[in-house]
């Protein structure tokens, strides 16, 4: 927060210039917001930078094993033991093994699975990094204190839909804000438009939901208009007048209340996205594919900043079918290669629009795998290996701890299930500091981040 | 499987219906005229809204339900309980219900025979032979069939709400004959829907779909050799979605806790343990891969040689090494279905799909005891349970709390709105697809759910709003968004206009009554449950201002009423 205390006087100003946008963001009055949000989000504006943060879930629980592969003979070896039939022949790792710019301890050695190939290079250029090990956590947690229960753990462990919602929001399902909201809340006042703060072009994520900021929600082909609206209804203006006057409405009861509140964004923002939109070009080629076409949609939409007046922005994208409790083999290397070549398809039409400096995009998941086999998938588990890419990720190497490779090792809590070393709170932490959030600022957007002694992991340049 | 994909997901491929459908054609015409009578017909449609009567028949029910013997008192009550019981009504539906009362009703929907099945109509229809062996042709439109047009339209409710709590997708089923697995498995749903919970949790359990969907089938023995595991897809599955869910319950539903927190119903290494009893289960046929689908109407079959050997555990029962199979089987559903959550759990959920998204504890815990014990001693009578969530009070009588009612599906004001116009497919081709686009179409379809955990969870709050704010559980509004509520509403209106495909509504009751727009617009907001004075009479004056001095000027009248009240917020949100 290097431009904080030259803008003690531009704090006011910037608050109620964006007042009224903030007053569509929802129900919380914008009085609440914090001095230090302000301060955070007119700095942002102030130095006409530019952040963005891409969280990309797989959702269903990716399997660490097959997506970080141990490479050197003897891990590989105990891989190919534990896991059987799902095992990556090691033949087949060559092209994706990764030589980090600091090596992984013991002579360990780590490749990408084979379908990953797309983002090899982006790892060699140093704008990829790799999270060993990383879950869901209360504190730091041994075996042994997981064990004995004897420290507060993640409710609801192993269950998909809550561990999908502790990723994204610390609490298990029915959390109403999740940790990328909290951090739109933090630069509300900053943007020009609030409702374009969070974008999410895949569905309905908690993780995009903050205590003011409120998630829009598009298709990954644009904003839909409403036809009835923008034209007359079955040849009758005062037909579409009256469905506008229906559909936007105050209403009394919350459903409907809320029904219309959804409604009245979608035709506002609509017109605002639709316009912002026709002025882009981007020449990067993207596959087809909904994950790719929702990276493409993203990379459109940071192009079309300036329009849509976004200093500091969160966007969600996702891809289903990691739930691989069977046909591993045959699935898993098919959603790796939709995932690596739009990871790789978005890192080069970031280039191509000079900001690849001011995104960062991680992955997430619901949780990792078992290491053993139940014949041709594996089971939930906990801990996973996840991937942070951008210009301003010191990337090129792994951070964390890599766990061994073995059944009932040191990390695992039963059938390779890893307990994590590196807590979602700490990746989060980093992230929120390099968006601009400062570190005393850091609990209203991860409230367990004290649990953790080191909140910056250290891999974001400043 | 491929299951697990977030709920409400946008992420799909846009591939059909691109093209914004306009609905101005000829048809169209313009016309600004307001019409008189539409203030004095709204507040006529307001004196509708009134209470539940029934209260003099001599089989009085318990204070907080209906007797079975109880009439609706007006048109508008009959169609709110015909929205909730079924789909539609029909002013036939209304007549009878009026006259028969809901115990009447209920008692012909239970009796009612059930059309021909969806695996009769795809084999009618050619969809088995040989070159649909990887395909789903045919499915989406069997299931729309029955939805649209099948009789027992309480039997096609309550399986479409089954099927949102025991999910199957078709789209997570990589085998050969996956139309078939679907099929067979809402036939299966279908035939049980109405008997016990038990027979049901069977059912499902070893159904193919369920099978296939779950991991369940193929699942072997653990190999000391290999370190090979037991699936443990089903064991968790099963018990977190399909019968007690994560936490100890009161017979409310509450949650039970200890120092303030939910207590678990069990432990990581109980689903270790149970996942070892769903081994050594396959289809019922030594050709998987063949031309013959059969089997996917038949439930699996057990094979020893997988079966995991030792005792084994379903939560604090032990299963004796001695037990085969089909017995430790047995003895694991037989557990679940038996323990207390499952009342409470499923009831809930059920009043959920059917009433209400915040029913109140003492609902839940009314249906709960009725699922405890039907009154004649037994456990789990899935028709009892139907008939004391549809017979409570609290569904008798019109929600007025700002948290009462519940958003209706997308799927569900489809199916009502086709169902309310007669819509038929003359050639019985009921093409109208997948309808999961959310940016075109519906953003749901029927069987279609992006995992196990259905398009929409039991706990879902919308956040940023006052439902957040008070802690309302909304489950339908995960799939209300930006580009869903427009999706829905650009979609109906090219239904409204001009249907699809072959299908197409009969506005002929509708046109009768066009010269009138009070009239009109009051008949079609009757049948659809009622809406509130201020709508009625909004709704009114637009319609009216569509001078209806010709056949094309009626026609657009019938179809801005449709789609003006399938857009109001009032309608949207079932009371």
């Known amino acids: 927060m290097t431009h904080v205390s030259r803008l003690a006087s531009l704090q006011r100003r910037e608050f109620l210039k964006h007042a009224s946008a903030l007053s569509i963001a929802g129900t919380a009055a914008p009085w609440a917001l914090q001095l230090a949000a302000i301060n955070e989000a007119a700095a942002a504006t102030a130095a006409g930078d530019y952040k963005a943060l891409v969280c990309l879930f797989l959702y269903g629980g990716n399997d660490y094993g097959n997506t970080l592969v141990p490479y050197d003979a003897a891990s590989h070896a105990a891989y190919a033991t534990i896991r059987q039939t799902l095992a990556t022949p090691r033949d087949q790792l060559a092209a994706t093994a990764l030589t980090p710019s600091v ?310 809590v039963g059938q390779g299930r890893l307990l994590p070393t590196t807590a979602v709170d700490q990746l989060a932490a980093t992230l929120a500091l390099w968006m601009g959030v400062s570190v005393s600022d850091l609990p209203s957007v991860l409230p367990g981040i004290g649990n953790f002694s080191q909140q910056d992991l250290g891999f974001m340049t400043a | 499987m491929l299951t697990t994909e977030t709920p409400g997901a946008l992420a799909l491929d846009l591939d059909e219906d691109r093209s914004p459908q306009g609905a101005d054609t000829a048809a169209d015409a313009g016309g600004v005229q307001l019409h008189a009578g539409a203030l004095t017909a709204a507040a006529a449609a307001a004196a509708l809204l009134a209470a539940c009567g029934g209260g003099s028949d001599t089989d009085a029910g318990t204070p907080n339900t209906v007797p079975q013997s109880a009439k609706p008192a007006t048109d508008v009550e009959a169609a709110r309980f015909l929205g909730q019981a079924g789909f539609s009504a029909s002013d036939s539906d209304i007549t009878a219900l009026k006259s028969g009362g809901y115990g009447r009703w209920l008692d012909q929907q239970f009796g009612m025979a059930r059309s021909t099945s969806h695996t009769d109509w795809l084999i009618a229809k050619g969809y088995g032979a040989e070159s649909y062996k990887y395909s789903l042709s045919g499915m989406d439109a069997t299931l729309w069939r029955k939805l649209i047009s099948s009789p027992d339209q309480l039997r096609q409710r309550v399986v479409l709400a089954l099927s949102e709590i025991f999910v199957v997708s078709m789209n997570g089923l990589p085998v050969a004959w996956p139309q078939f697995a679907t099929a067979g498995y809402v036939d299966m749903l279908e035939a049980r829907c109405f008997g016990s919970f038990r027979d049901l949790l069977e059912g499902v359990t070893l159904s193919p779909a369920m099978g296939v969907y779950l991991a369940m089938r193929g699942n072997r023995k653990e190999d000391p050799k290999t370190g090979r595991q037991p699936d443990e897809n089903y064991a968790r599955e099963v018990m977190q979605l399909f019968t007690i869910g994560l936490n100890q319950l009161n017979a ?25 009893v769903f081994t050594g289960w396959d289809f019922d046929t030594t050709n998987a891969n063949g031309t013959d689908f059969s089997y996917m109407n038949r439930p699996m079959v057990h094979t020893a040689a997988r079966f995991s050997t030792g005792a084994k555990q379903v939560l604090d029962v032990t299963i004796p090494e001695s037990a085969d199979g089909p017995t430790a089987m047995k003895t694991a559903l037989d557990t679940l279905a038996a323990h207390p959550n499952v009342g409470p759990f499923i009831g809930r959920q059920l009043i959920q799909r059917l009433v209400a998204s915040n029913p109140s504890a003492g609902y839940v815990q009314r249906v709960a005891a009725v699922f405890d014990d039907n009154g004649k001693g037994e456990r789990g009578d899935l028709r009892a349970v139907i008939r004391a969530i549809l017979l409570d009070n609290e569904a008798r009588t019109a929600a007025t709390a700002p948290s009462g009612g519940k958003l209706r599906e997308p799927v569900q004001r489809l199916v009502q709105w086709m169902r309310t116009v007669g819509v038929t497919s003359p050639g019985d081709l009921w093409a109208i697809g997948d309808c999961s686009n959310p940016a075109s179409r519906l953003g749901q379809s029927p069987l279609r759910s992006g995992s196990v955990f259905n398009f929409f969870r039991p706990g879902y709050v919308p956040p940023n709003s006052q439902l957040g704010a008070n802690n309302v559980t909304a489950p339908e509004f995960q799939l209300c968004n930006e580009s869903t509520v427009a999706g829905y509403l650009n979609f109906m209106q090219t239904l409204v206009n001009s249907g699809i495909g072959d299908l197409k509504p009969d506005y002929t009751a509708d046109l009768a009554l066009a010269a009138d727009a009070a009239s009109l617009v009051q008949r079609q907001a009757t049948l659809l449950g009622g809406v509130s004075e201020a709508t009625l009479a909004t709704i009114t004056t637009a319609v009216g201002s569509i001078a209806a001095t010709t056949d094309a000027g009626k026609l657009n009248r019938v179809k801005a009423g449709w789609l003006l009240l399938l857009a109001s917020p009032d309608y949207q949100i079932q009371k």
């Open chain 1, 103 to 412: 090596a992984l301890p013991d002579g360990r050695q780590m490749a990408l699975a084979p379908t990953l190939s797309g983002i090899k290079p982006v790892f060699d250029a140093g704008r990829l990094a790799v999270m060993l090990n990383i879950g869901t956590l209360m504190q730091p947690t041994t075996l042994a204190q997981y064990k004995a229960q004897s420290v507060p753990l993640p409710p609801k462990l192993f269950s998909h839909n809550d561990q999908q919602s502790l990723w994204q929001s610390s609490k298990p399902e029915g959390a109403i804000s999740g940790w990328g909201g909290r951090l739109g809340d933090r630069f509300l006042s900053g943007n020009g438009n609030a409702t374009f703060t969070c974008i999410n072009v895949s569905g309905n994520a908690v993780f995009m939901s903050g205590g003011q900021a409120v998630q829009y929600q598009m298709s990954s082909s644009g904003a839909v208009a409403i036809n009835g609206v923008t034209r007359s209804l079955f040849g009758s203006q005062a037909c579409s007048e009256a469905l506008r006057t229906l559909v936007t409405g105050e209403r009394s009861h919350w459903m409907e209340s809320e029904l219309n509140r959804v409604t009245a964004r979608s035709i506002s923002a609509q017109s605002t996205i639709s316009t912002a939109l026709s002025n882009v070009t981007l020449a990067t080629p993207f596959e087809t594919g909904s994950l790719a076409a929702q990276l493409n949609m993203v990379a459109k939409l940071i192009a079309a900043r300036s329009s849509l007046g976004a200093a500091r922005q969160v966007f969600f994208v996702s891809l289903g079918g990691f739930d691989l409790h069977d046909v591993l083999v045959d699935q898993h290397p098919k959603l790796l290669q939709q995932v690596g070549n739009a990871m790789a398809s978005f890192d080069t039409a970031l280039t191509e629009l000079g900001v690849n400096n001011n995104v960062t995009t991680f992955t997430a998941s619901d949780f990792g795998r078992t290491l053993s086999s139940n014949g041709d998938g594996s089971d939930h588990g906990w801990g996973s290996h996840h991937l942070v890419m951008g210009g301003a990720v010191k990337g090129g190497r792994f951070y964390g701890q890599l766990p061994s490779v073995s059944v009932n090792g040191p990390d695992d």
């Open chain 2, 252 to 276: 409310d539903g509450s949650a039970k806790t200890s120092n303030g927190k939910p207590v678990d119903t069990y432990t990581l290494d109980q689903i270790t343990a149970l996942a070892r």
